[in-house]
């Protein structure tokens, strides 16, 4: 799947891609699935927006681990491209710990730079592996996913090393992709996406997402998967892919 510079190249970037699934039929699948899983999620109550002195106010919407309830969303997890990336970059165990689909509504406010070092939870680094893949076609003006090129090499940086609130009250106010001055060492790439296309990032590369300023949504479906010797680190109901 990947060749010789594409590994090299994750090696140093901490991303790849976009690269096209095996099975594109298997986005029109999963298709129906988000907005089941929104519309019950927003019945229990669980969705908010978050508002901004920007008229990109609302908030991103997410709801995980569709894979254990919907066979099309595990199907996709395991498409066959994405496993022979993953295999060409990861242990030849590799195990999917969790699944989100990511809806980005119109004027949906950007997503602050992180990475998914999962604090809330108490994870850390677990040398997780991403897949996300656009099911709708991903534009820097309907917010795609910007990586900081080259930043997953410096372990995990604690968030108050780079942030503060002052940048965080432009970086939500602005409809630029702003980047903290502690990073600005990393180019800032947009990974733009055709619907079926996939990137594979590591958890410690930075990444963001920028406002949705299109007059459509952004839907994106993200898998996270670990090497078969991270199996003790986590809690997750975990599915052997490889």
């Not at 669980?46 to 099309?72: D, M, V």
């Not at 108490?122 to 910007?146: H, M, P, Q, R, Y």
């Not at 733009?192 to 949504?217: I, W, Y």
Request: proline content about 7%.
């Amino acid at each position: 799947m990947l060749n010789s510079n594409e590994i090299a190249g994750f090696k140093e970037n901490g991303f790849a891609g976009p690269f096209d699934l095996s099975d594109p039929s298997l986005v029109s699948r999963v298709s129906e699935i988000p907005q089941e899983e929104f519309e019950l999620r927003e019945a229990k109550g669980g969705l908010q927006e978050k508002h901004f002195i920007s008229p990109y106010s609302k908030r991103p919407l997410l709801c995980a681990n569709t894979h254990l309830r919907h066979q099309p969303v595990l199907d996709l997890g395991r498409d066959a491209n994405i496993v022979a990336a993953l295999s060409q970059l990861m242990a030849p165990e590799i195990l999917l710990r969790r699944s989100q689909f990511w809806r980005k509504p119109p004027n949906a406010r950007p997503v602050m730079w992180h990475q998914d070092t999962h604090k809330h939870r108490g994870l850390g680094f677990i040398n997780e592996f991403s897949a996300w893949i656009a099911l709708e076609d991903a534009t820097k003006e309907n917010g795609c996913v910007w990586f900081l090129k080259g930043s997953s090499n410096g372990g995990v940086v604690p968030p108050a090393d780079f942030l503060d609130r002052r940048f965080q009250a432009k970086f939500y106010n602005s409809e630029e992709l702003e980047v903290p001055e502690a990073l600005a060492k990393f180019e800032a790439v947009p990974m733009e996406m055709k619907a079926g296309q996939f990137v594979l990032f590591h958890q410690l590369c930075f990444h963001a997402s920028g406002p949705n300023k299109s007059d459509r949504e952004r839907v994106g479906l993200a898998f996270r998967y670990l090497p078969g010797d991270r199996r003790d680190t986590v809690e997750d109901e975990l599915v052997q892919i490889a």
